[in-house]
């Protein structure tokens, strides 16, 4: 929907000069995601305090112009791309952090906070922000409570929502809303908090937040297992639980992923396995010792090889590893599918051999790794987008890839959120009567659809 030049100029004029922008250059700047698709919006507004942000809604409410959220424009779902014209809500000027309470061991922050900041600024008092996205070096923290982002350290300590307290917005006519409380309890009423996290930037624009801080951990220990099958490396995780053993990352890559990893990087891995598990354990600094004994021990009994790294230096250098599995993808096409599928634990071995099979029936290339201790399986299919052949390969591929999930009941997306780029495998994704309702809530809170519209649903 375009929106008439007359609209946007008064709108322009409402929200003031100041604020807004239709430069090309900020247009093309706000056109993207990580999802390397392409949206180029009518406009771009910057608020830098939360008034503007009421302003700039209830202009854009009574005008219809569709406003679309944006943190850093990291997300993988398409949420942030201005889809049939809109203009883009920029909060990366909302950038404070309000307030740290160290007694309290809660911290205040705005939107527009990069995480990893927030964590170093905590980590500096002992405190500890877990959720931990990869992007996490450039993403937001508005960003990852409007996902509900992940991470490799959630599968011990939870996602974004474990760590949300409070969230200060505005709904999509400008009201001030504050969802929560910072009480470790909360019965008042439905859980609109809990609503709002992970909504897509689809119901309230978010202001600010209390997060829940924990203790640092004092120590950590890291492992790289390699397993000659994918089962073995599946049974160790259950192993692990069973043993007592809560890690605090716990990580797979395929054999494809290996190989991938390898060709780019020249780590030194051994190619002839089928599955690597990279396993973090963390607590106490006088129980270290003994953790690390067991762990290793247990490993050692399934996993054909066993790496252990204490020193900072070395973890970081066997972290290396796995982050390098996405960059790694690139060497194979120029277009890749990026699936973020999550079963339940106790599927994944079966998940995994559907998906091997799905690749070779379309003979297409594809690479999984992941949480594997969320049951959270990130699955690349890498193709030449120019190839009309294996782009429609890739498609059917897809396809097959969202009724495995729904044969095993998991979900479409464990992390990455609906946006775009999953709406289409959703309906089936979920109970109808649940799909409707939540079509149903989110014209409850926007009656104008203003609020980053074509989202998540049809
Ligand atoms: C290399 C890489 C690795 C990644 N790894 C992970 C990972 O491990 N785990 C994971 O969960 N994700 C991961 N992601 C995805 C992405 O980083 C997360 O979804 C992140 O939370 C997005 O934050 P952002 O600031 O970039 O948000 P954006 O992409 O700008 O926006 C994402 C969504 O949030 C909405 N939004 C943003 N700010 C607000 C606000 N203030 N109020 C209301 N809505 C808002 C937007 O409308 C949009 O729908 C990764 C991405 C990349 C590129």
Not at 29 to 38: G, I, K, L, R, V
Not at 41 to 52: K, L, S, Y
Not at 323 to 331: F, L
Request: contains cysteine; proline residues 6%.
């Amino acid at each position: 929907m375009t929106i008439p030049e007359r609209v946007l100029r008064q709108f322009a004029d409402e929200v003031g000069p100041e604020l807004f922008s239709a430069d090309p250059v900020s247009l093309v700047m706000h056109s993207y995601d990580a999802t390397n698709e392409f949206v180029v919006p009518a406009g771009i507004v910057r608020p830098r305090a939360a008034p503007e942000v009421a302003r700039i809604l209830a202009a854009a409410n009574r005008l219809g112009v569709p406003l679309v959220p944006r943190g850093a424009g990291t997300g993988f779902s398409g949420g942030a791309l201005p889809e049939r014209g809109g203009v883009v809500l920029d909060l990366l000027g909302l950038n404070r952090v309000l307030d740290l309470d160290e007694a309290a061991m809660t911290v205040t922050v705005e939107p527009g906070v990069v995480t990893l900041h927030l964590q170093d600024l905590v980590g500096k008092k002992g405190l500890f922000y877990p959720p931990d996205p990869a992007s996490l070096k450039v993403c937001t923290i508005g960003g990852n409570v409007a996902e509900n982002a992940g991470g490799p350290h959630c599968v011990k300590y939870g996602v974004t929502r474990d760590y949300v307290m409070v969230v200060d917005g505005f709904t999509a006519d400008g009201r001030p809303l504050r969802a929560g409380k910072a009480t470790l309890k909360n019965r008042a009423g439905y859980d609109l908090k809990d609503l709002l996290i992970g909504s897509e930037g689809t119901l309230a624009v978010f202001t600010s937040f209390v997060l829940r801080l924990i203790p640092r951990p004092e120590a950590t220990v890291l492992f790289v297992a390699f397993f000659p099958d994918f089962n073995a490396a599946t049974s160790m995780v259950n192993t692990l639980f069973r043993a007592g053993i809560t890690p605090s990352s716990m990580e797979f890559m395929d054999g494809s992923a290996i190989r991938a990893v390898e060709r780019h990087a020249k780590f030194g891995l051994p190619l002839q396995y089928q599955a690597l598990l990279l396993i973090e354990v963390d607590g106490r600094a006088d129980e270290m010792d003994r953790v690390r004994r067991r762990t290793e021990e247990i490993l050692s009994a399934g996993a054909a090889e066993v790496r252990v790294a204490v020193s900072a230096e070395e973890q970081a250098a066997l972290w290396e590893i796995r982050r390098k599995a996405s960059p790694a993808m690139r060497a194979f096409g120029n277009k890749k599918a990026n699936e973020d599928i999550v079963v339940p634990r106790q599927h994944i071995p079966a998940t995994i051999r559907g998906l091997r099979e799905i690749a070779d029936r379309h003979r297409l290339n594809l690479i999984a790794f992941g949480h594997i201790g969320d049951g959270n399986i990130h699955v690349n299919i890498m193709y030449d987008g120019q190839d009309p052949d294996e782009t429609g390969r890739v498609e059917v591929a897809i396809r097959e890839v969202f009724d495995l999930v729904n044969r095993y009941e998991g979900a479409v997306s464990g992390e990455h959120g609906i946006g775009l780029s999953k709406k289409p495998y959703l309906p089936a994704n979920l109970d109808p009567v649940c799909y409707d309702l939540m079509r149903s809530i989110k014209r409850v809170f926007d009656p104008n659809n203003i609020l980053n519209p074509y989202k998540m649903f049809y």
